[in-house]
């Protein structure tokens, strides 16, 4: 098994920013804006952007949530492991909202097919955007795109893409693992 | 731990510590769920699931069908009152004909003690006991100890009494058996005729007088008198029970500390629980009701999670 950087923590940095100008660009004060980070490793990335939009660019109290899929997937009882449910938390409702996603890293697009059944238990959002940190192209099993993106991964089926967190894993950084 | 032990619930009996916490766990996720504007989740939508109650309910019956639709199943619905059971036909072929209708869970309410563990090994689908006659009650237990734990923080260590007909109820066994296993220290209460005999090799204590094991205890949970499944009198009369066993306001407002109360409902107001003590603020007997919900969704979507299809 190797193990091989595709970002450091200052390249991420860099990125977070792109994204957040990025965000603004399209939403400029964010009124009727509403940020939903998909469970459970896209609630980091989600917190990160809103941060800096908050620091460095003045934008206050967005509107901001956590969404879990478990109980939309498509793979209920055909996984070989159970389905562990994370907490969701909407406070909201999200009816003629414009709703931006976020999360790490889009593969199949099955979790953003499922986030896109789930979210509508809150309402009729007006449009949803996806935000993703790491887009690994070649691997999408539905027709489902990135409206904002960090970086692009030509990875192929074996290799993982694994996003760490200072949050969690103690430092930021993108790693491409091959078996 | 993601999974339960089990791939059926007979009984509180059959569970362990691991499986009671996934299954509150998952429930918190569901009450979280049945809160929304849309109260709905995908996840059963390919499985069906069959209610046989040969029993009357009301409550339980109303929570799983709507557990169940909550969860997108298909349900089908039989009782006994309307069936072929009445033409002499055998539980086992009754059952096999609703299975080859292709139904992978069955959620059964029996009057015989037992019902669940003899289909269970007769037939291949899943099966959620809802009530085998004065044996095991195991989801109005789970979502008992569910209340109590979303009241008071934890059920470890907290005292429960368990007041009324102890040797009738299916839900003070499913009970005893949910709360010992997660710790908490109970007790019964009721006349000497209605607790069984020997109900201290269980591990608990029993008290004959109300007002001694509400002083002790955090918790009240006060069981109806099954009067239908009574053949002799237990009692002299009911106004005798209420006098000795019924809790009103003056017993509870002269405690020393406010404690929970608890019902499974159906209540007899007057009875077992006076009207002011059903709807005081220390009752948390609705919370009850819309914890059972979760609390079978939690039961039926992890079972369905271990049918592969």
Redesign the interface.
């Known amino acids: 098994m190797s193990q091989k950087v595709l970002l450091n923590s200052k390249e991420i940095n860099i990125i977070l920013h792109r994204l957040a100008c990025q965000l603004i660009e399209n939403h400029s004060n964010f009124k009727n804006t509403v940020i939903i980070g998909i469970q459970p490793r896209g609630v980091f990335l989600a917190n990160r952007i809103i941060n800096i939009l908050e620091k460095d660019y003045g934008i206050k109290d967005i509107p901001s949530g956590q969404l879990?899929i478990?109980?939309?997937r498509d793979d209920?009882?055909?996984s070989d492991?159970?389905?562990?449910?994370?907490?969701?938390?909407i406070d909201f409702?999200v009816e003629d909202k414009h709703v931006i996603f976020i999360d790490d890293v889009l593969f199949t697009g099955r979790s953003i097919r499922a986030a896109l059944?789930?979210v509508?238990?809150?309402?009729r959002p007006k449009e949803i955007e996806l935000l993703t940190f790491i887009d690994r192209r070649f691997s999408r099993h539905l027709p489902i795109q990135p409206d904002y993106n960090g970086r692009q991964v030509d990875a192929i089926n074996d290799e993982q893409v694994k996003v760490h967190w200072k949050e969690i894993q103690g430092e930021d950084a993108v790693y491409l693992i091959s078996k | 731990m993601?999974?339960l032990s089990v791939n059926h619930l007979l009984g509180i009996k059959y569970l362990n510590q691991a499986d009671i916490d996934l299954i509150f766990?998952?429930a918190?996720?569901f009450k979280?769920?049945i809160n929304?504007?849309?109260?709905?989740?995908?996840?059963?939508r390919d499985i069906t699931i069959a209610n046989l109650f040969f029993e009357n309910s009301t409550r339980t019956r109303l929570s799983f069908e709507l557990a169940e639709k909550r969860?997108s199943a298909d349900i089908i619905n039989f009782s006994s009152s309307s069936s072929s059971v009445s033409k002499g036909e055998t539980l086992i072929d009754t059952v096999n004909n609703i299975l080859s209708m292709k139904v992978d869970m069955v959620v059964m309410r029996h009057p015989n003690p037992g019902a669940g563990i003899f289909l269970s090994k007769h037939i291949e689908a899943s099966i959620i006991n809802a009530g085998d006659g004065t044996h095991e009650h195991p989801t109005q237990a789970l979502l008992d100890s569910y209340s109590i734990r979303e009241k008071l923080g934890e059920v470890k260590g907290k005292k429960v009494v368990i007041v009324g007909d102890i040797l009738h109820s299916r839900v003070a066994l499913s009970n005893i058996f949910a709360l010992k296993l997660q710790g908490a220290e109970v007790k019964v209460c009721g006349p000497k005729t209605l607790i069984p005999k020997h109900i201290e090799s269980l591990g608990v204590t029993v008290e004959f007088n109300l007002r001694k094991a509400l002083d002790w205890c955090d918790v009240a949970n006060m069981l109806r008198v099954q009067n239908e499944r009574m053949e002799i009198s237990y009692f002299p009369s009911t106004r005798e029970y209420t006098q000795q066993f019924g809790l009103n306001k003056a017993i509870l407002d002269s405690l020393n500390k406010e404690i929970i109360i608890m019902h499974p409902g159906p209540i007899n107001r007057g009875v077992e629980i006076t009207s002011d003590v059903a709807d005081s603020s220390q009752a948390i007997i609705l919370d009850q009701v819309q914890n059972g919900v979760a609390i079978r969704m939690a039961v039926i979507?992890l079972l369905?999670?271990k049918?592969?299809?």
């Open positions: 879990d478990t109980f939309y209920f009882r055909r492991k159970p389905l562990e449910a994370n907490k969701t938390k409702i059944t789930a509508q238990s809150f309402g | 993601n999974e766990k998952t918190d996720h979280e769920v929304r504007p849309i109260k709905k989740v995908p996840s059963l969860l979507y369905a999670s049918i592969k299809p």
